[in-house]
């Protein structure tokens, strides 16, 4: 009789368990359908799940990414790869125009949008307007796009915030992380023949006239390597990038010191949060 008992009492806690999971299945499914009847808590769901990711493949396409022009630089001299504030104050302290130019481009590109934003808030044009608030997080994307890599890895880290952001403006920002405008190809190519010290006929036998893919660091090519045959992937960085990210984190942490001054800063400190960011 003992191992009938075995049997049986292994018999029940099998239907036990088959009826907890399916009780779990049906509250689970429960709780989508909820979600998908609430807008916004579905468009949250979409956001963390990063649904939005490449849906919108030429979102860039005609738009221009402001970076600071290299020849006003000392080519990359003197700026460190690793972030170190004290560096980076050391060196845009002694280049005022550079750091004049990059403030008038932040105004330049993003006043009119503010401007915007502030009348659609002093008018109440936002609410219960939800064509209009997804325009504006559109607007505010490829905004975003224009100043640089600095700007678009802020954004990127937003999109997954909503604590912070709406959700349809979390969707619209969470195209950050697809296509981002290319540059010219002569430009790159001109970098890669610095870099390699010989011309890209005698590097490659094959190379892509355009670039396969566009980050807001660089971009790549589908090269076949003359000597060998092999295929690669040639990965070349934007010009200026490296002067445009350290200038901006440079500025926004001086942004961040001045607002130690008031009394926001004892609700958050802009300061720690970009040293971690960076």
Avoid: H, W
């Amino acid at each position: 009789k003992e191992p009938s008992t075995k049997s049986s009492n292994a018999a029940r806690a099998a239907s036990v368990t088959a009826l907890s999971v399916s009780k779990t299945s049906e509250m689970m499914a429960e709780m989508r359908a909820q979600l998908s009847e609430n807008e916004d808590a579905d468009l949250i769901m979409q956001a963390l799940r990063g649904k939005n990711i490449n849906d919108d493949s030429s979102a860039a396409v005609g738009l221009e990414m402001k970076l600071i022009e290299e020849d006003l630089v000392d080519g990359g001299t003197g700026l460190p790869y690793d972030y170190n504030p004290d560096t980076l104050k050391e060196y845009f302290s002694a280049k005022p125009n550079v750091v004049l130019q990059r403030i008038v481009q932040v105004l330049t590109v993003g006043g009119g949008f503010f401007i915007k934003v502030t009348l659609d808030a002093l008018l109440g044009r936002m609410e219960d307007n939800p064509d209009l608030e997804v325009q504006r997080a559109g607007e505010l994307r490829d905004l975003i796009t224009s100043l640089g890599p600095f700007y678009i890895k802020l954004g990127q880290a937003l999109s997954i915030r909503p604590d912070i952001l709406s959700p349809r403006s979390m969707v619209e920002l969470q195209k950050l992380c697809d296509k981002v405008p290319s540059y010219d190809s002569k430009v790159a190519m001109a970098t890669v023949e610095r870099e390699l010290g010989n011309t890209v006929n005698a590097l490659f036998s094959e190379i892509t006239p355009e670039p396969v893919a566009a980050a807001s660091l660089g971009q790549v090519y589908k090269a076949k390597l003359r000597a060998t045959g092999e295929e690669v992937a040639v990965k070349v960085q934007r010009p200026g990038v490296l002067e445009t990210v350290s200038l901006d984190l440079y500025l926004a942490r001086q942004i961040g010191l001045f607002a130690r001054n008031f009394a926001i800063s004892q609700k958050i400190d802009a300061v720690a949060l970009l040293d971690e960011f960076a």
